[in-house]
């Protein structure tokens, strides 16, 4: 089989690295060579830093407008690559080719609706006067003005649409981008790019950058000439990026252990298709999976019962197949899930249904009596494991929801919309979804992370105002 090594793009052209190294990357699934990326070099991260610098500075005077045809552009060759990007998702990071098409097409739509919401924030100004003692020949002008470099850092399990949605602000408000994609995801980028490439846009004003975290990672994030740090990924990479990253604005989306609270109220059938969608789509690799269930009681059996049955139905398998639970992104994942359903089921959780293992794939698991002590009540697996914790109040599922060092979101399930608001508004998360699965989007929406799943806000004006500062110039007019 011939196996591609793609370059890397710096300064609008594709290049191979002066290392003469290529990382490997094996799907997840068929556990074959799909391909190989450059490891780039720091000397080569000197140059692309430099080439994004000199590339904003013009890029930093072009109008809005003209801004936005590149990015219209860019949305458009998206889609004109929308089968060929999808494969490569599919393959590289074992999403079905269905998600992946969609991952596609969410990404144009994402990237369209950011030039739109540009082309409609504008500045403001204020009189002097209208504070006490102030002056009328004072006049202030606030508008909004790029950061300079911003260094974009998305994670595996959405290559494209979460990159996206850090690359497309930044370039709209006059940015210049240095991509770091995960390595697991980063052919994926590439054909991003080539996309972008594609749409002619100035070079220097995107270089993406692909190597060993080891050797560039520390580097990438220390280097002076970042002006601006948007990373997705875990709490712990995310936390040493904080302390490494000194003075600059940072935006951390980080992990999740976020509850499903089922009330003895709730619509019981509604609550489980919400909780199984939420908990096992992508085989629960996205931070806003539903991570466990903090169900009362006294509803607990009849929930249990309608989840198994639901859970036993989940197509499993390769992502070629269309497949809902698919095995997991890489091996050390698969045995860290394994590791939490063992911890569980020796400390005297009940296996429902599941367990079961085939290289990367672990099939959907189901555990009932999860108690506190088990460390799957409290560490994200992202993976195909659902625990259910069975409380006996509502005080009790806000105690344990906001016991966890994460607070990314939550899902209440009640029938009364009043119990349903006093909950949500005890709940220490970024966003609260009433009758509803956890996730991310619309895009639009604001996204956020409290305590260890992050921090600043993302959302595609949010993204905006992340990327960019406000500046004021103050007009004294004279008599």
């Known amino acids: 089989m011939n196996v591609t090594t793609y370059k890397f793009y710096m300064n609008g052209e594709w290049k191979e690295s002066s290392s003469q ?63 060929e990007i999808a494969e490569i998702v599919m393959k590289e990071v074992g999403k079905s080719l269905k998600d992946a098409k969609s991952e596609v097409a969410r990404t144009a739509d994402l990237i369209r609706y950011t ?9 403001e100004s204020m009189k002097g006067d209208s504070f006490p003692g102030g002056s009328k020949s004072k006049v202030a002008m606030i508008e909004r003005v790029p950061l300079g470099v911003v260094l974009a850092i998305p994670p595996f399990n959405y290559p494209v649409n979460l990159a996206a949605a850090k690359l497309a602000p930044a370039l709209i408000s006059g940015n210049a981008v240095i991509f770091k994609p995960a390595t697991q995801g980063a052919i994926s980028g590439i054909k991003m790019i080539e996309a972008l490439h594609k749409a002619g846009l100035p070079k220097g004003l995107v270089n993406i950058v692909t190597g060993r975290g080891a050797v560039i990672g520390d580097y990438l994030v220390e280097h002076k000439g970042i002006n601006m740090i948007s990373f997705t990924g875990g709490t712990n990479t995310g936390t040493q990026l904080a302390k490494k990253a000194a003075m600059i604005p940072l935006v951390l989306e980080l992990g999740g252990k976020d509850p499903g609270i089922v009330c003895e109220d709730a619509d019981l059938q509604e609550a489980a298709k919400q909780i ?29 019962k309608i989840l198994k049955e639901e859970v036993e139905k989940l197509s499993v398998g390769s992502p070629e197949e269309g497949n809902t639970v698919v095995p997991l992104i890489d091996t050390g994942s698969a045995d860290f899930v394994q590791g939490l359903i063992g911890d569980a089921l020796e400390k005297g959780a009940t296996l429902v249904t599941g367990n079961k293992r085939e ?27 659902l625990p259910i914790i069975r409380v006996s109040s509502d005080e009790e599922a806000i105690r344990i929801a906001n016991e966890s060092e994460f607070g990314l979101q939550a899902s209440i399930f009640t029938k009364d919309i009043n119990r349903a608001f006093a909950i949500a508004n005890q709940i220490e998360a970024g966003s609260v979804q009433i009758n509803g699965r956890t996730e991310r989007g619309p895009d639009h929406f604001p996204f956020i992370g409290v305590k260890g799943s992050g921090m600043g806000a993302q959302g595609v004006r949010k993204g905006l105002e992340s990327m960019t500062r406000e500046k004021v110039t103050v007009l004294n007019l004279t008599k």
């Open 276 to 304: 199984i969608s939420g908990a096992f789509s992508y085989s629960g690799q996205r931070c806003t999976a539903i991570k466990r269930v903090l169900v009362h009681e006294s509803v607990a059996n009849k929930l249990l």
């Open 359 to 385: 290289d990367n794939l672990i099939h959907p698991t189901l555990l009932d009596h999860v108690t506190i002590d088990m460390r799957v009540a409290w560490e994200e697996p992202f993976g195909p494991v």
């Open 115 to 123: 030039v739109e919401e540009a082309l409609h924030m504008h500045g």
């Open 21 to 83: 190294q290529a990382i490997e990357i094996y799907s997840p699934y068929s556990l074959d060579l799909i391909g190989r990326v450059q490891a780039i070099t720091r000397e080569e991260i000197d140059e692309a830093i430099s080439f994004a610098q000199e590339a904003q500075k013009n890029w930093k005077e072009v109008s809005l407008q003209d801004r936005a045809q590149y990015l219209y552009k860019w949305a458009n060759e998206l889609m004109g690559m929308q089968d």
